[in-house]
């Protein structure tokens, strides 16, 4: 596909990376340029989310799961729960890109003198 802004704003969308108020596309885990090499590798634009979803989920590492200040804790999303959501995503939008690219059809018009 070729990239134009429209479809960048959805893909960030899509992968939960808006850029922040006031801040740039550094501030987030893709760049443009990254996001316009997923557009330009896939067929539509669930197919390079379900990319984006993937790299996500490569690129997730472990923190602390849980912690405790005086008689306070709080427990923070698990590594495995994080992995298992970026995977879910993945194969939600690998799942809409094949249905996209199953409706697409192309036809003939023809001109009867």
């Given at each position: 596909m070729t990239p134009t802004a429209e479809?960048?704003?959805?893909?960030?969308?899509?992968?939960?990376?808006?850029i922040p108020a006031?801040?740039?596309?550094?501030?987030?885990?893709?760049?443009?340029?990254?996001l316009d090499e997923l557009l330009t590798e896939a067929v539509n634009v669930y197919q390079a989310a379900s990319k984006g979803w993937v790299i996500k989920a490569s690129l997730l590492q472990g923190d602390?799961?849980?912690?405790s200040v005086g008689q306070e804790k709080y427990d923070l999303t698990s590594l495995k729960d994080q992995l298992?959501?970026?995977?879910?995503?993945?194969?939600?939008y690998a799942s809409l890109a094949r249905t996209a690219s199953s409706q697409i059809t192309s036809g003939?018009?023809?001109k009867m003198t």
């Open positions: 479809l960048r704003t959805r893909l960030r969308k899509y992968l939960n990376e808006i006031g801040k740039t596309d550094a501030d987030t885990r893709f760049l443009d340029s990254e602390i799961e849980s912690y298992a959501h970026a995977i879910t995503m993945a194969e939600q003939v018009i023809l």
